[in-house]
């Protein structure tokens, strides 16, 4: 492998910020990380804490004309984190948990419980 780091725990969902410069993870410890992987040395590449749900996070998008990462997971919650802030910047009560999500823009879609698939413009 080019580079690997363990999160301590299962790693639900990964993605890329759009340059590629940085991978986002959601896990299972209900929390979403950020990676940058512009470092030249991989042995000292650091893990940065993006955001916490209250369950765990299922998935993650990189939405390149906020710059910013969508969360969403098993606590019910789309949440919008600025991984150069602390907080939220913005957050969704979701109608069930949520088990996948994508972006096309800044409108993104996702799969819940009971076969509901939802559409949010986040722009």
């Known amino acids: 492998p080019l580079a690997q780091w363990n999160l301590g725990g299962p790693v639900l969902d990964v993605c890329w ?3 590629a410069s940085a991978i986002f993870c959601a896990t299972g ?7 940058d992987v512009g470092m030249v040395d991989p042995s000292k590449h650091e893990i940065t804490a993006i955001g916490q749900h209250d369950q765990a996070v299922r998935a993650c998008r990189w939405i390149e004309g906020l710059g910013c990462v969508a969360t969403a997971g098993f606590d019910k919650r789309l949440r919008l984190w600025d991984p150069r802030q602390r907080g939220p910047a ?8 949520c088990f996948s999500l994508d972006a ?10 009971d076969r509901m698939v939802v559409q949010v413009d986040v722009g």
């Open 90 to 97: 913005a957050q969704l009560e979701l109608p069930g948990d």
């Open 17 to 19: 910020h759009s340059a």
């Open 104 to 113: 096309s823009g800044n409108t993104l879609v996702l799969g819940l419980q």
């Open 29 to 35: 410890r209900k929390s979403a990380a950020g990676y």
